[in-house]
């Protein structure tokens, strides 16, 4: 597997601050980018799916692809208590069959009332 | 949304015991699934790849005769955990991709404790 690099954290910041959470990586071939949320004990949901360089915005989410820099990154706006999770960022060459990701370790989110 | 269910989400056994964890999709159909190993704090490792109906595809490092796969239908796929150790106490978590829309959605994820 490709490596991914994600600093764990932890990251707390206080409700209603802005969160950005970052990875990089070091294989130009991956295309698809995607962020996911993750509660102690589950498995892993998808928050956002980006393809290319970019941004994309969802709700209080938004990701950005930098493939110059090799860098994405995912901005929380109005953080959440209810958004204190791991999120674990993946990356991929292909969209089709196969589909296996490469993932980051994660950064483990606190967000504080 | 789709989902994937998984079972056991716990289990405990003693060493030397083989265990099977269930990974099922249940309103889609997956012609592939996809198995990881969860350390803490680390990241989610690709264990294996099996399409419905051939051999698992294994990645370097993982012993197929310790994790053996079984895709037997388009909305099942097994991890047996042969003669378990330790050292195979983990989080293991499926996920499969949607034969229609190519979608991808994980399971909740199996805890082995092997004592």
């Known amino acids: 597997q490709k490596e991914v690099e994600q600093d764990p954290g932890p990251l707390s910041v206080p409700e209603g601050a802005i969160v950005s959470l970052n990875c990089t990586y070091s294989n130009s071939a991956f295309q698809y980018f995607m962020w996911y949320r993750q509660y102690s004990r589950k498995g892993p949901e998808l928050l956002m799916y980006t393809y290319s360089s970019g941004n994309k915005e969802d709700g209080r989410f938004t990701a950005q692809v930098d493939k110059s820099s090799k860098y994405i990154s995912l901005f929380i706006r109005d953080s959440q208590p209810s958004d204190s999770a791991t999120y674990l960022c993946a990356m991929s060459e292909h969209s089709n069959s196969g589909y296996a990701l490469n993932f980051g370790k994660g950064t483990s989110l606190l967000v504080t009332p | ?115």
């Not at chain 2, 803490?40 to 993982?62: D, F, H, I, R």
Request: net charge positive; aromatic share 10%; charged share 20%.
């Open chain 2, 1 to 115: 949304g789709a989902v994937v269910s998984q079972h056991p989400s716990r289990v405990i056994c003693k060493s030397g015991t083989s265990v099977k964890i269930e990974c099922r999709s249940l309103d889609f159909q997956a012609t592939t699934m996809f198995w990881y190993r969860q350390f803490p704090k680390k990241s989610l490792m690709l264990m294996a790849t099996s399409n419905e109906g051939s051999k698992a595809t294994y990645e370097q490092g993982v012993e197929k005769d310790k994790f053996l796969i079984n895709h037997a239908s388009l909305t099942l796929s097994t991890l047996t955990v042969t003669s378990a150790h330790p050292e195979d106490s983990s989080f293991y978590i499926c996920s499969a991709k949607d034969r229609g829309t190519g979608e991808l959605f994980f399971g909740e994820g199996s805890r082995l404790t092997v004592l």
